[in-house]
């Protein structure tokens, strides 16, 4: 295979990415292209090495690089003051009460989310944000 079509097999697999969910498809499309870079300078390297690196380059980009992405992508990244996210251990204000069977809304920065808690939490109550889980905060009533 030449360089030029490492560098497509690269391309389309990024692309992939954007459309599949897992964070996978981009590394593979990472290997592609530089086994496109490395065919690119060095002419002449037989197509089966060429998959031999884009194996290797392929399980060194998961082992070492899915982690953290998945963390910065996912939005659970530890942020500096060691709490998991950029919301846990902020105060909010319940607009919605909330109770252990039903989820309520609680005001955050200016926006309504949606939170939960297992304990009852009448509206006007000031809470404090414990975690985050895509779109719902878990909270509980400051003492």
Avoid: C, H
Avoid at 39 to 52: K, L, M, R
Avoid at 61 to 89: N, P, W
Avoid at 93 to 121: C, K, L, Y
């Amino acid at each position: 295979m030449t360089a030029l079509y490492w560098f497509y097999l690269g391309i389309v697999l990024i692309i992939l990415e954007v459309m599949t969910p897992g964070l996978v498809s981009i590394f593979f499309g990472l290997s592609a292209l530089v086994v496109a870079l490395i065919t690119f300078f060095a002419p002449g390297i037989p197509e089966s090495a060429q998959w031999v690196m884009f194996s290797v380059f392929s399980i060194l980009f998961i082992l070492l690089l899915r982690k953290t992405l998945k963390k910065t992508f996912s939005g659970t990244a530890e942020v500096s003051d060691g709490t998991t996210d950029a919301y846990s251990g902020k105060r909010a204000m319940v607009v919605v009460r909330i109770t252990p069977n039903q989820p309520g809304r609680v005001e955050f920065n200016g926006s309504n989310w949606t939170a939960e808690s297992q304990q009852e939490i009448e509206v006007n109550t000031p809470v404090i944000i414990k975690s985050k889980k895509n779109l719902t905060f878990t909270v509980e009533a400051l003492s």
